[in-house]
């Protein structure tokens, strides 16, 4: 077992070291809520067909939490995409995440909110996420990542994408979680998925210019270099 434990941490150390940032042409932001989904969707998107920013439900039409998009009334923008993991099947990322993960993240408790991404081209309109995941820091702080598959295939690969941020529940402040960061939770998941076992492969790749900023929530931006990590899971 210590040699096993070695040996994925020596595979995670490799991994990280190699990792390469690639200059990206940067899309246009989304656009306020409620628009059309094809118009969200630059010709100069990283990935053709596939918007750069999540949004998230703000508003619910019932009295229920919104984890559909059929139940949300109102969506606000939200973090941008850092985390693309690709993968042969459409499935195994949300399997690979709790299942070969160091340390594990978990399913998310509780009922979360729906993020949604455009798209275009593949499955057009508004693809919402299906599932949650998280990785508890304390009592009121936690990463989090929302999985979202627009059903295109890349370089014959499938895609699921998300924006990995750490949450700080904070009634006082808010009413409930903010956003505290995007970088670190992005490095974290990436981390876990390579010191567990699921990923082949990873690559930083610049999106958007470093200091860019994302709104956390509760009034206030949160920064980040712009980089999203590629992670290829393994087959």
């Not at 941490?9 to 070291?17: F, G, M, R, Y």
């Not at 979680?177 to 970088?183: A, K, N, Q």
Request: net charge positive; charged share 20%.
């Amino acid at each position: 077992m210590r040699a096993l434990r070695w040996t994925r941490l020596a595979a995670a150390a490799v991994a990280l070291l190699s990792i390469m940032a690639l200059d990206s042409r940067v899309s246009s932001p989304v656009s306020a809520a409620g628009s059309d989904a094809s118009a969200q969707v630059s010709s100069t998107s990283p990935l053709p067909g596939i918007g750069t920013t999540v949004e998230t439900c703000r508003a619910s039409s019932s009295r229920s939490t919104p984890t559909s998009l059929a139940g949300c009334a109102r969506w606000a923008r939200s973090g941008p995409i850092n985390v693309v993991l690709v993968s042969s099947d459409p499935e195994s990322p949300f399997q690979d995440a709790v299942t070969e993960t160091s340390p594990r993240w978990q399913l998310a408790h509780g009922h979360w909110l729906v993020a949604r991404l455009p798209t275009s081209g593949c499955r057009s309109g508004w693809q919402g996420s299906q599932q949650q995941i998280e990785l508890r820091i304390n009592a009121v702080t936690r990463r989090h990542f929302k999985f979202i598959r627009p059903g295109c295939r890349w370089q014959g690969q499938w895609l699921t994408l998300g924006d990995a941020h750490t949450d700080v529940y904070d009634v006082g402040r808010c009413g409930g979680d903010h956003i505290t960061d995007l970088d670190a939770a992005r490095d974290a998941l990436v981390t876990s998925l390579v010191a567990g076992g699921a990923a082949r492969q990873v690559e930083y790749r610049s999106w958007r210019p470093p200091g860019v900023t994302a709104p956390d929530g509760c009034g206030r931006r949160v920064a980040s270099d712009g980089r999203v990590a590629y992670v290829w899971l393994q087959s």
